[in-house]
């Protein structure tokens, strides 16, 4: 399917009114990590401002360790900090990269805004080098602009 398939899908998450917050964020992730096949691991992360770390929100994937990840540290802390999309081709190039599993081979952040303040992002890992593409992050903002409504 895509991106541009998966907008009303994503749209209509969004609007569906029974669902809680994070029933609509699993949602999302189940649909993306279902209709994108290099999408393996997809899940939210939220920031606390007040301790500078970010905790864990729904996701769909392998088990992770990291549900607390502070700032600056991995992709998800740097993104935390810069407020701008990180795309990592090989994780395994990275100095201050934070292995979730030896699986991943790539992995694409981009921050979630409400209001112009970053409250979190959406973080996807790929068992594939290099399959992000500039198309990926302008879907994945779109994504967020759509969750950030939930806010």
């Known amino acids: 399917m895509t991106f541009q398939e998966l907008q009303p899908k994503v ?6 009114t029974p669902l809680s917050r994070d029933q609509k ?7 993306l990590n279902q209709q994108v096949s290099y999408y393996n691991w997809v899940g939210f992360y ?26 600056g540290k991995g992709i998800c802390g740097q993104v935390a900090e810069s407020n701008a999309n990180f795309v990592v081709p090989d994780v395994s190039a990275q100095d201050n990269y934070i292995a ?6 790539s992995e694409i952040v981009v921050p979630l805004f409400v209001n ?4 979190g992002q959406i973080d996807i890992d ?10 990926d ?13 939930l806010f």
């Open 25 to 31: 964020l699993l949602a999302i992730c189940e649909l």
């Open 46 to 71: 939220f920031a606390n401002h007040d301790n500078k770390t970010l905790h864990l929100g729904p996701y769909v994937g392998a088990p992770t360790d990291h549900t607390v990840i502070p700032f």
């Open 126 to 135: 790929s068992h594939v080098i290099d399959p992000f593409t500039e198309a």
């Open 11 to 16: 749209r209509s998450i969004i609007s569906e």
């Open 137 to 149: 992050e302008r879907f994945l903002e779109f994504v967020n602009q759509e969750v950030a409504k």
């Open 116 to 119: 112009g303040k970053n409250i």
């Open 100 to 105: 979730c599993s030896f699986t991943v081979e």
